[in-house]
Every structure is written in C-alpha cells, then in structure tokens.
C-alpha cells in the first residue's frame, strides 16, 4: 500500500466545517492522507490518536482521515463530500483522540443523517 498527503480533501474539510454542527472539530489537527492499493473495501476511513499515544508523545488529540483512491477518486464532488462529512461524524464533540461508533445511544452514523447534514451544507 502506497500512502501520500491528500491536500484536495483538506480542501474539502475546509469548505464543510463552517458551514456545519462541527465546531469542536479543530481543522488544524485533522490530516488527511490518500491511500494506493489497500484491501478494504471502505472509500474512506478515519483514524484515531487514542489517549495513551497522546501522553507518551506529548502531543494533542489529532485525527487522519484516509481516503482509499480506487474507491474515492472516481466519485463525484458531492459524492466526495457526503464521504467525508461521514468521516468527521466519528468525531466526539470532546475532540478527545477517540472515535464515535455508528450506532450509539444517542447518535447513529449513516446514509440519513449524512445527508441530512449533506443538504444543510448544500444550503448555505
């Protein structure tokens, strides 16, 4: 598996959270990466900065989010956009490092609320 920074899907970030519930995300802190040749079948996915890496390197709670190209890149640019909006909603609002499930007890992570929050972005 090849990896390289994704600058189109900081890009992509950029234009979303202003305009959406997100303002505990701390885009700074967010780095996005595209992936060549992975196995999952996934178009995207996020990963984690867990408290105990935190601590042992000294650094604050970050994410990566991982776009896989075979699976991403032919998507359209509202397409691209939901995926990612997908993504940040495994954010917790305490912007802890950890990741929020896509079913909780107070929150579900799926096609409805993302396009919901999709055409929130659309209208503004």
Known sequence: MDIELAPDIQTIIKKVLPHLPFDYINESRIVCMRSFKATSRARA?????????Q???????????????QHFDHLSDDNKTRVIIHELMHIPK??????????GRHKRIDHRTVEQLFQMYKKR
């Open 45 to 53: 996915r996020i990963w984690s900065f867990p408290k105990i890496w």
């Open 55 to 69: 601590m042992a390197l000294n650094k604050p709670a970050h994410y990566v989010i991982e776009v896989l190209s």
């Open 94 to 103: 305490n912007f802890s490092g950890a990741l929020v499930p896509h079913r």
